[in-house]
């Protein structure tokens, strides 16, 4: 019965009982093949970044958490929860969710905690980001920090990381990945392909996207003149003034139907949709030629506030683990604050039930509290 409770409450199925032999170090190999086959650069998804239709869509997608409001839920000590909201109001909340939210495109982030003693306790000031290709996570699924340098890691049995100093944010990490699932790999072939597109449809409009410049000259016309004459056309084209013997013809040919680079700038739109579905799931484009405007963004905006509830959740639970940090540091292992995001008209609505209930049992609000809570102006109401 004790060897059955053991194995009850112990993991069974482990890399070591699968195959004890298969590891050449204790370093685990991320098996994003994007990574894999760059040498585990995260440059290489860096630079994904610097497309502009993947800024625009991963901005989007971000802006979901970062726009939402943040209650603090808390039913222990009073002065507790108010060092908590006194420490979320004086960091830069914003870029902090921003850097937790990087988790979705490359698949896991770090983020190390800045501490300060302040009036005899230890207070969190800032989070600040670190590279991934800092990191690599060992047989066990843990997170160290490399102490080699180059792309080769596997002996690298890296450094445990310190209690109470980082916070690491997973995209949907799984055993066999506990690097977490990048988006940023999902749009990596669309961006090298709209790359490819753009520079060729450059240099199609280079050549044929203004017009042609033909002169003539005369049958008995010398090889020295027929040089000059091409020389002035192509001063000409330089800026835009030439002289030129009385007599010599010069003809404009354009293309008639403007249709010069029609078949590239479809492919440059096909790729762009290929990266919103990658990151927002959907694309208004495609939507758009099935229901139409109206219904086409009804579903889109549905679709992303559905992402945004996801993904907040990473948020969330990064915050939570930095109040845990706090309170452990503080005041020992009692309970922590939580934290809850939501959507601004959400807030307001459930406040607002939650205020009428309490006030029905007899408890009175400060103006104070209402201007705080509901962003009102002080001459717009009174009590």
């Known amino acids: 019965m004790t060897s059955t409770k053991f194995n009850l409450t112990s993991p069974y199925i482990t890399r070591d009982r699968i195959s004890p032999y298969s590891r050449i170090g204790i370093a685990l190999a ?3 093949k994007i990574l894999s086959e760059n040498n585990y650069d995260y440059s290489i998804l860096r630079d994904i970044m610097n497309d502009p239709h993947v800024v625009a869509a991963s901005q989007q997608r971000k802006m979901q958490v970062m726009q939402m409001d943040y209650e603090i839920d808390f039913t222990g000590d009073k002065e507790i929860l108010n060092e908590i909201i006194l420490i979320m109001n004086n960091m830069e909340t914003s870029k902090i969710i921003s850097g937790f939210l990087d988790s979705i495109f490359y698949g896991f982030s770090v983020g190390e905690i800045y501490w300060k003693m302040i ?12 590279p991934q290709e800092y990191f690599f996570f060992d047989d066990k699924n843990q997170l160290r920090l490399r102490e080699s ?6 002996f690298d049995k890296g450094t445990t990381l310190p209690d109470y100093k980082f916070i690491l944010i997973q995209n949907k990490p799984t055993f066999d990945n506990p690097y977490g699932e990048k988006l940023l790999s999902r749009c990596y072939w669309s961006v090298i392909f709209k790359r490819e597109v753009l520079r060729q449809w450059q240099l199609l409009t280079e050549r044929y996207g203004v017009p042609f410049l033909v002169g003539k000259y005369p049958s008995a016309a010398t090889e020295e ?29 354009e293309n008639p139907k403007n249709e010069v680079g029609g078949l590239f700038e479809n492919l440059v739109n096909f790729h762009n949709r290929e990266i919103s579905k990658a990151i927002l799931s959907v694309t208004l484009t495609t939507e758009m030629q099935k229901y139409g405007n109206y219904k086409s963004s009804e579903i889109h905006k549905e679709l992303l506030e559905y992402i945004g509830i996801s993904d907040k959740k990473l948020v969330e639970k990064a915050f939570n683990k930095l109040f845990e940090y706090y309170i452990h540091l503080n005041y020992g292992k009692i309970e922590s604050p939580r934290i809850r995001f939501m959507r601004k008209e959400n807030v307001i609505e459930e406040s607002a039930d939650r205020d009428v209930k309490l006030t029905q049992m007899g408890i009175k609000f400060s103006k104070e509290y ?4 509901y962003n009102l102006n002080e001459k717009d109401f009174s009590l």
């Open 225 to 253: 003149e027929k040089e000059i004459l091409l020389n002035q056309l192509s001063d000409m084209i330089d800026s835009n003034i030439s002289v030129m013997k009385e007599g010599t013809l010069v003809d404009f040919i």
């Open 370 to 373: 209402f201007i705080k809570r």
């Open 119 to 130: 009036n005899g306790k230890i207070v969190p000031i800032d989070i600040l980001d670190r």
């Open 30 to 32: 991320d098996p994003d």
């Open 149 to 154: 340098s180059n792309g080769f890691f596997f």
